[in-house]
């Protein structure tokens, strides 16, 4: 039986025993047989090792680990692997010994695997941050392939505490792993992994895109169109993408970004050469996930304006009231001193249309914080309907109550 056929049979079964509130603890999900293949495809190898050194963070049951040694068996070059996995839920531990200890047996590589029980990110908070003179010579890996666990955390948990180069508000550790994935990197090794796609903009992970855009080059990404089926059996609704990423600063002219409808069909693959500047953009480091050449004229075309809304002296800011945490102010009819509380709905075809008879389409608050000021606004919403062609649609909004 192949290899990764053995490691995912044996996870399924895990995952029919384990409650899913159990794993959501650890965010703990699994990778698909076919995505695992395809991240293991991604590395170029290096063309004077015959032994490599090989890192799968959060390893869970182990399956990119093997779909990894699955991939390297065939390229005859590597006879030697030595395998570091990290899993801290004592729960799955069993089957990554299990699994990993059935693949050595069965691989016609030679592997030396080892299973760190510790915290991937707190264990190594003495050499990331070099301190009390940490060991000199941290260790760095050859490949590292992953999915991490994707959790936010506050702000003052150990992984962020151990972490502040890349922290700021509220992290999550999927980031964090990827920033410690960095560190791990020898020089011009390369690193897979598939994390959720919220990193690409946004000031909260703009120390992390620093970093790793300045240590690092994006080599590859990958975007499934269907967001629902990346990890079937598993209900994650994230948006997810694989990169593969390069520890090195030579300049790149083109990154490759392919597209596949899901997690189930790399046989129809679309691939798309972009221009690596327009994709990986200015000092903020933005990652422009663009699919094709329309795509990338528009990019071009924006990135020509000279100013921004702050500059024209339009600032932008999200609504200040989130309905259900603020249940007690809500009402579904207008009465003395309700004040109305648009949502998406109320923005239709360039206009604000209010009321709409919504439920809980007034507030009743002496709240300031909850209050806006009646002034002119352009509304903008992202959650936008099925029939609707543009991802952002806009309503004006006229302060001056209309006259019939
Ligand atoms: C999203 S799952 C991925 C599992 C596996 N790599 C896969 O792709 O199928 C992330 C894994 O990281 C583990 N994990 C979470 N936090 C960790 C930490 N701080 N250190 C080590 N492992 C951790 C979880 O228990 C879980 O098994």
């Known amino acids: 039986m192949k290899l990764l056929e053995h490691v995912t049979n044996k996870t399924n079964e895990y995952i029919e025993n384990m409650p899913k509130s159990l794993r959501k603890r650890y965010g703990q999900f699994f990778t698909s047989k076919e995505t695992a293949s395809f991240m293991a495809g991604l590395f170029v190898l290096p063309s004077n090792k015959q032994s490599l050194k090989i890192l799968d963070a959060g390893a869970g049951s182990g399956i990119l680990s093997v779909a990894l040694i699955e991939k390297l068996q065939s390229y005859n070059q590597i006879n030697h692997i030595e395998l570091v996995c990290y899993e801290n839920d004592t729960n799955i531990i069993g089957l990554l010994e299990d699994n990993l200890n059935w693949v050595s047996k069965h691989s016609n590589i030679d592997i030396d695997y080892e299973i760190r029980t510790e915290n991937y990110i707190t264990s190594q908070i003495f050499e990331y941050n070099n301190w009390l003179g940490a060991n000199p010579t941290p260790e760095k890996f050859d490949l590292i392939i992953g999915n991490p666990p994707y959790m936010k955390i506050g702000k003052d948990a150990p992984e962020a505490k151990a972490m502040p180069d890349v922290c700021y508000g509220a992290p999550n550790l999927y980031f964090l792993f990827t920033a410690m994935g960095v560190f791990n990197l020898m020089p011009n090794?390369?690193?897979?992994?598939?994390?959720?796609?919220?990193?690409?903009?946004?000031?909260?992970?703009?120390?992390?895109?620093?970093?790793?855009?300045?240590?690092?080059?994006?080599?590859?990404i990958h975007l499934f169109e269907s967001r629902d089926k990346v990890f079937d059996k598993e209900s994650v609704l994230q948006e997810t993408i694989i990169i593969k990423i390069k520890k090195s600063n030579e300049k790149l002219e083109k990154v490759c970004i392919t597209t596949t409808q899901s997690s189930r069909d790399f046989e129809s693959i679309s691939t798309f050469w972009a221009p690596y500047d327009t994709i990986v953009s200015g000092a903020d480091k933005y990652v422009y996930l663009a699919t094709n050449t329309s795509e990338i004229k528009t990019l071009e075309l924006v990135n020509t304006w000279s100013y921004t809304l702050p500059k024209l002296g339009i600032p932008m800011k999200t609504g200040l009231t989130v309905d259900f945490r603020n249940r007690e102010t809500l009402r579904n009819e207008a009465e003395d001193n309700a004040v109305p509380l648009f949502y998406s709905q109320h923005i239709q075809n360039?206009?604000?249309?209010?009321?709409?008879?919504?439920?809980?389409?007034?507030?009743?608050?002496?709240?300031?914080?909850?209050?806006?000021?009646?002034?002119?606004?352009?509304?903008?919403?992202?959650?936008?309907?099925?029939?609707?062609?543009?991802?952002?649609?806009?309503?004006?909004?006229?302060?001056?109550?209309?006259?019939?």
């Open 350 to 404: 360039g206009k604000v249309i209010f009321p709409i008879g919504k439920e809980n389409e007034y507030i009743v608050t002496d709240k300031q914080g909850l209050l806006q000021d009646n002034a002119n606004y352009l509304f903008v919403k992202r959650f936008t309907a099925k029939e609707e062609h543009r991802r952002l649609q806009c309503g004006v909004y006229l302060s001056r109550v209309k006259t019939r």
């Open 189 to 220: 090794a390369e690193m897979v992994y598939i994390i959720p796609r919220s990193w690409t903009s946004g000031a909260y992970f703009k120390k992390f895109r620093q970093k790793l855009l300045n240590e690092c080059v994006l080599e590859h």
